[in-house]
């Protein structure tokens, strides 16, 4: 048996024992009708899907915490079966004719009965996942990675703010020395500098302040891109994290994409 089948079969099967994802099979390809092979934006659909049934699963106030739970392992394992075979119909051997590999947006809103109305979107970069802290800093809180890279993540955060624009907080220049003052006075962080100049973005109707950073401590040295919007109150931050001797051109211009996809809504 070929090994995508058989990842593919264990995948159908897994999913099918969790019956709070009923529904979720229509998304996955019969392995036998297609030679046992799944395509790479099938895969992908796979993982959107999973994300949004994820924060479904989180707001289901029906739900008790251990089945929320057991729940969400249940789709945490999904995915990582189903980036792996990413990989796999991308690797040299692999005689798919796909090539490439797309991304949705992640859209997040919260219940209507939450007295913070707040959204947002954005599309991180392909093989990304979801994932909520256990402790959560922020009004709302989420981060992505992709399950086999380290050291490579996107984060998001939301708070409330007495403030009704980014200019009000003060210019890039301002608020980029903010930034780098706060990051230098980490534990563990020897020095911060300012890997591009701070700009303003005007697209899109709301102006955002766009900070491009590098940071260098006893864990490394790492490179931080980070786009912060204020709308309606709300303060949208998004920071992306990457090794610094990772951040190559290709992932500069993965973590650009993405970082322009972010938008309050």
């Not at 789709?75 to 004719?97: C, D, I, K, R, W």
């Not at 020395?177 to 962080?189: H, I, L, P, Y």
Request: a negative charge; one cysteine or more; hydrophobic letters at 35%.
């Amino acid at each position: 048996m070929q090994p995508v089948l058989i990842l593919t079969t264990a995948l159908w099967y897994m999913i099918a024992s969790c019956d709070h994802v009923h529904g979720f099979q229509s998304s996955i390809i019969n392995p036998i009708a297609n030679g046992g092979r799944w395509r790479v934006d099938e895969i992908n659909g796979v993982i959107s899907q999973r994300d949004m049934m994820r924060n479904e699963i989180v707001n289901d106030e029906s739900l008790t915490d251990n089945q929320r739970r057991m729940v969400i392992k249940q789709l945490s394992a999904t995915t990582a079966t189903a980036s792996f075979l990413v990989l796999l119909l991308l690797s040299p051997n692999s005689a798919s004719s796909i090539v490439e590999v797309t991304s949705e947006p992640y859209i997040r809103t919260p219940s209507l009965k939450n007295k913070f109305q707040f959204g947002y979107t954005v599309t991180p970069p392909p093989t990304f996942v979801s994932s909520n802290k256990p402790l959560k800093t922020h009004l709302d809180e989420i981060n992505f990675s992709p399950p086999d890279v380290r050291g490579y993540t996107l984060g998001i955060t939301v708070d409330p703010v007495r403030i009704s624009s980014i200019r009000e907080f003060g210019s890039p220049e301002e608020v980029a020395a903010r930034v780098v003052t706060a990051e230098v006075n980490r534990d563990g962080v020897f020095e911060v500098t300012l890997a591009k100049d701070p700009r303003e973005d005007a697209s899109g109707g709301v102006g955002c302040y766009d900070i491009e950073y590098i940071s260098d401590g006893k864990r490394g040295k790492k490179r931080y891109v980070t786009r912060i919007y204020i709308k309606d109150g709300f303060l949208y931050v998004l920071t992306v994290q990457s090794k610094e001797d990772e951040f190559d051109k290709a992932r500069e211009v993965e973590v650009m994409e993405c970082v322009k996809s972010f938008r309050p809504i």
